[in-house]
């Protein structure tokens, strides 16, 4: 599951766009109806053409309702960056660009709208040098740009293809087996009770499990899951989730909590934090100054203690312990954004250090900064896990470049990653060798369940057959020739799979005709009876089958074409080729015409039939005679 946010200029289109885009429109509150804008988050959800189902978080635009824009943009996977065709670049468009940056959010596209109220190409191309311009040095910096209008309904499939096209190349979020889905609205339905949602990250949740609500440490039970409105019982990372809860009241619960299972994650007043100034804030930060945190869904007031310096002027980066007024929910590697208070601006953003430090530090002591830089980099185990989930299949040279790690190392860290079956080996090449590939053990089981998953798609979609072909799986995957080779002899090493003749099943799948096929097929089968050795051609099989219930009788080994257009019973194949083998061994050679006189056929079929064995290796030709091929 992926999840997609809107971010641009308030009335630049964005919900219009998800409008057009999903048939949900995302504006849910009266008020937003009766004033046409976004005030707080919508949701809304889009099938992709190749199948895929993705989440769509709608933020607001309006510079009053920022902080509402930031609860939702923290776990999308994808932006839609917005920005309308008739007014261009406006500063909730700059500023929406630099939280994105802030937060690192991995992909992007850049969508010009409201193509339909402008005439002139040259006024076009005009905005789209902006966009390519205040974009320059950030992660939107390679981002394609889409021009559409919602109204016209122009430059949708486009859209939609390209988004395909990125979120499909994301590996997809690890589970790296600590649920947390920070909440961004809570209600009750009728009936069921209390309901949260959010993006669930890091894990999974099932229904039926105990979970604690973070920071209150308040135990729940999931009684229900729904994703896209679709009932689930399980929900994967990633995945916008809503959660039936037992035991809570909504009233005890706000924007911003976190729920997870009992015991993983504790709650935090006090984080260490690597921190960078946007260039264009309006004066420094200082020690002691009070901010708004934001993490994910949580917003809280922090006050700010500086590391090592005096103060950060604009554009500068440095370490700072943050003191939260609010107890909140934090791990390792979390972004997260500040803001003043007021007047109301984004200040700069960073990554969480340490969620929970032991206490207050020396400000300018030379061991805390020390420690400080230490931590940022994390153990060399972290950096080849965090470059294996990135990547989601990596190879030995790959990682060594990401990881700046010496080989000897990296090969040390491999192969306990290995043996704990935290990454996962692909092929049969030593880990050491630059082609050697590599994954987690996570993405190797979402990337195996996604594979026994087609497979029996396919299956159930074409019941008559006897497997997909290996180039459909490969295209399903959406894996590059060496990795897909190597992928899928892990697949078949591991039973997930089998292969025969090039197509690859599900273990124990057999075709297996019905009834009422067994009856359709009598007239042809008699025919057969009536001639074994003159059968009809294969052209008028296919006529009295169907392709597909012949092909069936093919591949099931039913039936065995020897050429294009001459087929026979599997019995009576095995009665002509224990004939051949039987004569050979008492007779040094064999014609066409002993064949054929033999089975009272007629040269086509015994023609058909002896070079069939021929090809097969079975028999070797010399002139007109037939010898065993030693």
């Known amino acids: 599951m992926r999840v997609i946010g809107t971010a641009g200029h308030v009335d630049h289109g964005k919900s219009a766009l998800v409008e057009a885009l999903t048939g949900t429109h995302p504006d849910r509150l009266k008020e937003e109806q009766l004033r046409e804008m976004t005030i707080d ?20 635009g ?11 943009v923290g776990g999308i996977d994808c932006v839609l960056f917005v920005v309308a065709a008739d007014e261009g670049i406006m500063p909730q468009t700059r500023e929406h660009l630099a939280i994105i ?58 859209l939609t293809s390209r988004l395909e096209e990125i979120i499909t190349e994301q590996a997809l979020r690890p589970d790296l087996g600590r649920p947390r889905l920070p909440i961004d609205r809570v209600f009750s339905v009728s009936g069921f009770g209390t309901v949260v949602t959010g993006t669930l990250i890091d894990g999974v949740f099932h229904v039926g499990d105990e979970v604690e609500l973070q920071p209150a440490s308040l135990k729940a039970r999931i009684r229900g899951l729904q994703s896209h409105n679709r009932k689930e019982d399980t929900a994967q990372p990633g995945s916008r989730t809503a959660v039936n809860l037992t035991s ?71 370490w700072l312990q943050l003191e939260l007024e609010h107890a909140t929910c934090a791990d390792r590697g979390d972004r997260f954004i500040l803001r003043r208070p007021s007047p109301g601006e984004t200040l700069g953003g960073g ?54 790690l010496e080989p000897a190392r990296l090969i040390e860290i491999l192969n306990a990653l290995i043996q704990a079956q ?32 087609e497979v029996a798609r396919y299956h159930e979609a074409n019941p008559l057959r006897d497997g997909m072909p290996r180039e459909e799986l490969k295209s399903r995957l959406k894996l590059e020739a060496p990795l897909f080779t190597a992928a899928l002899k892990r697949l078949l090493d591991e039973g997930v799979l089998v292969m025969d003749k090039n197509l690859v099943k599900t273990p124990g799948h057999t075709v297996s005709l019905s009834d009422g096929q067994r009856t359709w097929l009598k007239p042809l089968m008699a025919r057969f009876e009536a001639a074994p050795f003159a059968p009809p051609p294969v052209s ?17 080994g039913e039936l065995v074409q020897v050429s294009d257009d001459v087929v026979f019973r599997q019995a009576d194949y095995q009665t002509m080729l224990a004939f051949v083998r039987e004569h050979l061994k008492t007779f040094p050679t064999l014609t066409v015409a002993e064949f054929r006189d033999h089975f009272h056929s007629s040269r086509k079929y015994a023609l058909a039939f002896l070079e069939h064995l021929d090809a097969s290796g079975v028999t070797i030709r010399e002139g007109d005679f037939r010898r065993l091929k030693s």
């Not at 934001?294 to 500086?306: D, H, I, K, M, Q």
């Not at 008028?540 to 099931?556: D, H, I, K, S």
């Open 101 to 158: 940056d802030l937060l690192q959010i991995p992909s992007g596209i850049l969508v010009i709208t409201k193509t339909d109220k402008i005439t002139d190409p040259g006024w076009l191309e005009l905005v789209e040098s902006d966009l390519h311009q205040i974009t320059v040095g950030t992660v939107l910096g390679n981002a394609p740009v889409v021009k559409v209008s919602a109204r016209e309904k122009t430059g949708l499939d486009e």
């Open 248 to 318: 809570l009241s909504v009233d005890q619960i706000r924007r911003g909590d976190v729920l997870t299972l009992p015991g993983i994650y504790q709650p935090t007043r006090r984080l260490d934090v690597s921190f960078r100034l946007l260039p264009d804030v309006t004066a420094p930060l200082t020690h002691n100054q009070q901010v708004k945190l934001f993490l994910y869904a949580a917003e809280t007031t922090a006050r700010v203690r500086l590391l090592g310096v005096e103060s950060l002027k604009p554009g500068e980066s440095g």
């Open 540 to 556: 008028e099989c296919v006529t009295a089958a169907g392709n597909e219930l012949y092909r069936a009788l093919v591949e099931t």
């Open 422 to 453: 935290r990454a996962i080996r692909l092929g049969d090449f030593d880990i050491n060798r630059d082609d050697a590939l590599l994954t987690t053990g996570d993405n190797w089981r979402r990337l195996s369940q996604k594979a026994a998953g």
């Open 351 to 404: 990554v969480v250090i340490d969620p929970h430090p032991a206490g207050r530090y020396k400000r300018f002591l030379t061991d805390t900064l020390e420690k400080f830089n230490s931590a940022s980099q994390g153990s060399p185990e972290e950096l080849v896990m965090s470059a294996l989930n990135t990547a989601g299949i990596a190879s030995f040279a790959g990682l060594t470049e990401k990881t700046r």
């Open 62 to 72: 309006h510079r009053d309702f920022i902080e509402n824009m930031l609860a939702g």
């Open 41 to 60: 988050l919508g949701f809304a959800w889009l099938k992709l053409p190749g199948g895929e189902e993705v989440g769509i978080v709608d933020v607001p």
